[in-house]
């Protein structure tokens, strides 16, 4: 199996370099960005920016990760997702939904998805069967504790953990007909992890690579960097920098970000000084960015 590429629905998603995913919460509780916009016509422009500004996946979600909230009704959280979906899929994006629901990802690729986002590790396997169905590409992360929910498992090894566990939940996708090359890995940052194993975890990528499909890195605002730096989630973006820095500018990387410019622009300069991108002899700094504007 090949890390460097993502067959979904529409072709095939390149990831010999880092691809980043912008993150559209169709949510009132995002624990993240409360202040983002909520309105259908805002959410869609929000998407436009972020496409705009560098990212090859917009991921949108009709549920908050948030653990001090109830999960909200199926037909609720449909409601909020399909229209975006549609709205966004025919706009040309491509759309990944973050969902553990069997019913939501079968109406979420009924209005054109391409991937579906499970963070829970599978908790309802008709996911998977949906993504089949679909041919749509399938996220598998690691938790061991139930949506909605915030616990912290004694494990003897975290990593040896995430590792079994990704292997044994990728095997029940494939059982399901999802293929080999539409499989993504999430080693769950801070799903059933406290702060240091999260690091445990990222410190040790390189056995999860080693199961050999491309890796959701979802890093932004996390709370480990909230831990280390005792900044609230806006305040984080260095932070996630940072890791990004760290773990997740090699190929099979898939950044799940909020702030997708600032993530770009960090690989970018990062890709030229290290040589992985070549400037040209010829290029010079344009004169309106010399200096801000009067």
Same mark, same amino acid.
């Given at each position: 199996?090949?890390?460097?590429?993502?067959?979904?629905?529409?072709? =095939?998603?390149?990831v010999?370099?880092?691809?980043?995913?912008?993150?559209?919460?169709?949510?009132?509780?995002?624990?993240?960005? #409360?202040?983002?916009?909520?309105?259908?016509?805002? *959410?869609?422009?929000?998407?436009?920016?972020l496409?705009?500004?560098?990212?090859?996946?917009? /991921?949108?979600?009709?549920?908050?990760?948030?653990?001090?909230?109830?999960?909200?009704?199926?037909?609720?959280?449909?409601?909020?997702?399909?229209p975006?979906?549609?709205?966004?899929?025919?706009?040309?994006?491509?759309?990944?939904?973050? =969902?553990?629901?069997?019913?939501?990802?079968?109406?979420a690729?009924?209005?054109?998805?391409?991937?579906?986002n499970?963070?829970?590790?599978?908790?309802?396997? /008709?996911?998977?069967?949906?993504?089949?169905?679909?041919?749509a590409?399938?996220?598998?992360?690691?938790?061991r =504790?139930?949506?909605?929910?915030?616990?912290?498992?004694?494990?003897?090894?975290?990593?040896?953990?995430?590792?079994?566990?990704?292997?044994?939940?990728?095997?029940?996708?494939?059982?399901?007909?999802?293929?080999?090359?539409?499989?993504?890995?999430?080693?769950?940052? /801070?799903?059933?992890?406290?702060p240091?194993?999260?690091?445990?975890?990222?410190?040790?990528?390189?056995?999860v690579?080693?199961?050999?499909r491309?890796?959701?890195?979802?890093?932004?605002?996390?709370?480990?960097?909230?831990?280390?730096?005792g900044?609230?989630?806006?305040?984080?973006? #260095?932070?996630?920098?940072?890791?990004?820095?760290?773990?997740?500018?090699?190929?099979?990387?898939?950044?799940?970000?909020?702030?997708?410019?600032?993530v770009r622009?960090?690989?970018?300069?990062?890709?030229?000084?290290?040589?992985?991108?070549? *400037?040209?002899?010829?290029?010079?700094?344009?004169?309106?960015?010399?200096?801000?504007?009067?």
């Amino acid at each position: 199996m090949s890390a460097t590429s993502l067959s979904l629905r529409g072709g =095939t998603l390149p990831v010999e370099r880092p691809v980043l995913m912008g993150i559209v919460n169709a949510t009132p509780d995002s624990f993240s960005d #409360a202040q983002r916009p909520k309105q259908p016509s805002e *959410l869609v422009a929000l998407a436009e920016r972020l496409s705009a500004d560098g990212a090859e996946l917009i /991921d949108v979600g009709g549920e908050s990760g948030r653990t001090d909230r109830p999960a909200v009704p199926v037909e609720e959280e449909i409601a909020r997702v399909v229209p975006l979906v549609e709205r966004l899929a025919g706009l040309g994006m491509l759309v990944s939904v973050d =969902t553990w629901r069997a019913p939501v990802a079968r109406a979420a690729l009924d209005a054109g998805a391409a991937m579906i986002n499970d963070a829970s590790g599978l908790s309802e396997p /008709d996911v998977a069967g949906a993504c089949a169905e679909a041919g749509a590409a399938l996220v598998v992360t690691h938790t061991r =504790t139930p949506p909605k929910q915030k616990a912290y498992p004694v494990y003897d090894d975290v990593v040896d953990d995430v590792v079994s566990f990704l292997a044994e939940r990728s095997a029940e996708a494939r059982r399901r007909g999802v293929a080999d090359e539409a499989i993504v890995l999430d080693p769950g940052v /801070d799903l059933a992890k406290t702060p240091a194993e999260s690091v445990t975890v990222l410190r040790r990528l390189a056995d999860v690579r080693a199961l050999g499909r491309p890796l959701l890195l979802a890093l932004s605002r996390k709370d480990f960097i909230g831990v280390i730096t005792g900044r609230v989630p806006s305040e984080r973006l #260095a932070g996630t920098l940072a890791a990004v820095g760290a773990v997740a500018t090699g190929p099979g990387s898939i950044l799940r970000v909020h702030d997708v410019a600032a993530v770009r622009d960090f690989l970018d300069v990062r890709a030229a000084l290290t040589g992985d991108a070549e *400037l040209s002899q010829e290029l010079r700094l344009a004169e309106e960015l010399r200096r801000e504007p009067a």
